[in-house]
Nanobody, 117 residues
Framework: QVQLVESGGGVVESGESLRLSCTAS??????????VAWYRQAPGSQRDMVAQ???????TYAESIEGRFTISRSNVESTAWLQMNNLSPGDTAIYYC?????????WGTGTQVTVSS
């Protein structure tokens, strides 16, 4: 069994940056062999995928954040990151990472990002 812990959230002002981390523990092979994705969920909204990265580093992004966010990973460190630049209040949400195994998604507990204007 693998566990995911997100960190790096906080309160920032518009235009600032944050770097979120997602670290896996337990059955690490589940992390290293699968796609990892970042999702976000704003109050009253559904959970939407922001970015994902395959086990070998191919990244895709939601149109809403493309050019501002960068997803990366290190299978050696069992960690994925989401670098978020030029943040705006519309980016305020709980951010979750997930491992997408193809059979099910394994979720972390989330980290809050709040962007003030």
């Amino acid at each position: 069994q693998v566990q995911l812990v997100e960190s790096g959230g906080g309160v920032v002002e518009s235009g600032e940056s944050l770097r979120l981390s997602c670290t896996a523990s337990g059955r690490i092979s589940t992390f290293t062999l699968n796609t990892v994705a970042w999702y976000r969920q704003a109050p009253g909204s559904q959970r939407d995928m922001v970015a994902q990265i395959t086990y070998n580093g191919r990244a895709t992004y939601a149109e809403s954040i493309e050019g501002r966010f960068t997803i990366s990973r290190s299978n050696v460190e069992s960690t994925a990151w989401l670098q978020m630049n030029n943040l705006s209040p519309g980016d305020t949400a709980i951010y979750y990472c997930a491992i997408r195994t193809g059979q099910n998604d394994i979720w972390g507990t989330g980290t809050q990002v709040t962007v003030s204007s």
